[in-house]
C-alpha cells in the first residue's frame, strides 16, 4: 500500500485487537500500547479489587478489571463472533452457549495468535501522553509518551485510535441524600469478585441491569438477606427517589452494593 501508516492503538481488548486486526490488513505499521501483563481487556479476570471499594478516592489502586469470577456471557458464542474467525467454532475449556469469560479470553488469545497480533502488543506499557503536533509540511503527527518498567519513550506516529474501553470508572448514584454518609460497608459493583465476603450479611443491592440480577442472585446463597432496589417501574422494590426513605427502613443492612 503506498500510503501505509504509523498507527499507535492504546488498548489490546476486544477493540484494540480488531483494530490492529484492520488496521494490518491494509498494510499499516501498527503498535499496540496494553498496560497491562496480558491482552484482553475487560475479558481479562482480575482477582484484585481495588483499595476504595466505591472507587471515588483519585489517589486509590486502580484495577481495569470489573469482571466478577462467575460471570459468563449474556450472548450465544456464535454472536460474538468476527467475520473471519468464527466463536461458535472454538470449544476450548467451556463449551456452553453462553460461556464464561475465561473461554472468552481464550477466544481472544486465540485470535491474535492466528493474525500474528501478538506482536504488536507492547504489554505493561502505559500511555501517559498524546499530543497533536503540525510539522513544517502542515501535516498533523501525534506525539506518544508511553512508559515501560519506570522508563518513558516518546514517538511520533500518524494516526492514534483509542480503545481504552470505559468500564474502569464506576458510575455511582450520587444524587441520593445522605449516601456519602451512610455508615455501613458500601461498594460498587466494580470491586465485586465472589460471594463469601457477604455471608450472613444483610445486602441492599441498588440497580436491576444484568449486573444486579447475577449478583443479587449469587449473594443470596450465602447472605442473610438481599433487597434489589431499582428506578425500573418493572422492579416492583422502590422508585429512585424512595431509595434513601428505604434504606433507612432497612436499619439492620450492613453492606451496600451499587450496580
Known amino acids: 500500500m503506498a500510503n501505509s501508516l504509523k498507527v499507535a492503538v492504546i488498548g489490546a481488548g476486544v477493540a484494540g485487537l480488531t483494530a490492529a486486526r484492520e488496521l494490518q490488513t491494509e498494510s499499516h505499521q501498527v503498535v499496540v500500547f496494553e498496560k497491562s501483563h496480558r491482552l484482553g481487556g ?15 478516592d483519585p489517589n486509590r489502586d486502580v484495577v481495569h478489571g470489573s469482571l466478577y469470577n462467575s460471570l459468563t456471557t449474556n450472548l450465544p458464542r456464535h454472536l460474538m463472533s468476527f467475520t473471519d474467525f468464527k466463536f461458535d467454532e472454538k470449544v476450548y475449556d467451556d ?39 503540525v ?20 514517538e511520533v506516529f500518524d494516526a492514534v485510535v483509542v480503545c481504552n474501553g470505559h468500564n474502569t470508572q464506576p458510575r455511582l448514584p450520587t444524587d441520593i441524600p445522605g449516601i456519602e454518609t451512610w455508615s455501613k460497608k458500601q461498594m460498587h459493583s466494580h470491586n465485586y469478585r465472589e460471594p463469601e465476603s457477604f455471608r450472613d450479611q444483610i445486602v441492599v443491592v441498588i440497580g436491576s441491569g444484568p449486573s444486579a440480577t447475577d449478583i443479587s442472585r449469587e449473594i443470596a446463597t450465602v447472605a442473610k438477606e438481599v433487597h434489589v432496589s431499582s428506578r425500573s417501574p418493572h422492579v416492583k422494590v422502590a422508585k429512585s427517589n424512595e431509595i434513601q426513605q428505604y434504606v433507612a427502613a432497612l ?9
Open 95 to 133: 463449551p456452553r452457549m453462553c460461556p464464561g469469560h475465561g473461554e472468552v479470553l481464550k477466544f481472544l488469545e486465540d485470535f491474535a495468535d492466528r493474525f500474528k497480533l501478538s506482536e504488536l502488543i507492547r504489554l505493561n506499557t502505559v500511555v501517559r501522553r498524546v499530543e497533536v503536533v
Open 251 to 259: 436499619q439492620g443492612i450492613t453492606y451496600r452494593i451499587v450496580v
Open 135 to 154: 510539522v513544517d509540511s502542515g501535516v498533523t503527527k501525534f506525539v506518544v509518551e508511553s512508559e515501560t518498567s519506570g522508563v518513558s519513550s516518546v
Open 42 to 56: 475487560t475479558w481479562a479476570y482480575d482477582p484484585r479489587t481495588e483499595s476504595d471499594p466505591l472507587g471515588t
